[in-house]
């Protein structure tokens, strides 16, 4: 679990990539794998489906990966030791190079969590915000799209106080994110008549 402090953040998503620093027979490891999919006309890498954790990994011939559907870091690296250890088994990296797990480093370009404002919000009165740089189509999705270019991330703002942050590239900028988002939109919070 990571800690986001005291907000009501959750984590669903982070996105990681690493270079394997090989190159890896696809064509051969689709053939002979069953979580395997691998259609180059439509896409030039394998996408690989593990149940557990739960995630997706995009691997590209030239050993770049992108590893999707992660909550937390050790999925991330429980996922970069089962792919390493299907690949090394199938014989698919090229020049019999043997991989080892642990020495594989990745990076994490993006977090994406779910989180609650406790309040609901007045996307109307929101809209008429012409310093914000905001998007609404509300007969094709029914969140407000707001962009934080102060933290390079984006946010998906719902009528009932919910909101999606993505884009962050580490916790710290997604609280800042979180926080700096809870200060605009409690200007639009709608009264409790109760």
């Not at 020495?103 to 989180?115: D, F, H, S, T």
Request: no cysteine; charged share 25%.
């Amino acid at each position: 679990m990571i800690n986001l402090g005291k907000n009501k953040l959750r984590i669903v998503n982070m996105v990681a990539s690493a270079d394997l620093g090989v190159e890896i027979e696809i064509d051969r490891l689709a053939r002979e794998a069953e979580n395997v999919e691998y259609e180059p006309e439509q896409f030039p890498g394998a996408i690989i489906r593990y149940s557990n954790p739960g995630t997706t990994v995009l691997l590209f011939r030239n050993g770049r990966i992108v590893i999707v559907g992660s909550r937390s870091e050790k999925d991330i690296k429980q996922t970069i030791d089962q792919l390493v250890n299907d690949l090394n088994t199938r014989g698919v990296v090229k020049n019999k190079v043997v991989l080892d797990g642990d020495k594989v480093i990745y990076r994490i370009p993006n977090y994406v969590a779910l989180g609650e404002m406790g309040f609901a919000i007045d996307l109307d009165a929101l809209l008429e915000n012409q310093d914000l740089n905001l998007e609404y189509e509300p007969e094709q999705f029914p969140g407000i799209m707001l962009w934080i270019d102060k933290y390079n991330s984006t946010a998906l703002v719902f009528r009932n106080g919910k909101v999606i942050l993505s884009g962050n590239r580490d916790i710290d900028s997604m609280n800042k994110s979180f926080n700096y988002l809870k200060d605009i939109l409690n200007r639009y919070r709608i009264k409790d008549n109760s």
